[in-house]
């Protein structure tokens, strides 16, 4: 098995990664999820996050991701151009 790309945390400004996936709770609540393409074994989920914690609160800040649902085709998509770092 491939070990997977980790998602990228930043504390006080330094640079961590972490094993636990917060994106994919929040697609698993959707009727119809975006769908990701997995374009490298090194991430099977199609996508990679940033985020960051602040006022102990948990936010993504940036997505790296292979979207298969483009507008237009009825499923939900992710406008990565619209992401605010």
């Known amino acids: 098995m491939t070990a997977q790309i980790m998602e990228t ?4 400004g330094t640079k961590q990664y972490m094993t636990a996936e917060p994106f994919g ?3 698993g609540k959707l009727e119809q999820p975006p769908e990701f393409i997995a374009n490298n074994t090194g991430y099977w989920r199609g996508y990679m996050g940033k985020w960051k914690i602040k006022d102990d609160k948990l936010f ?3 997505l790296l991701a292979a979207v298969s649902s483009p507008p237009g085709s009825g499923r939900p998509y992710i406008r990565l151009d619209k992401m605010v770092q």
């Open 9 to 12: 945390l930043y504390i006080d």
């Open 25 to 27: 709770d929040y697609l």
């Open 60 to 62: 993504l800040t940036g």
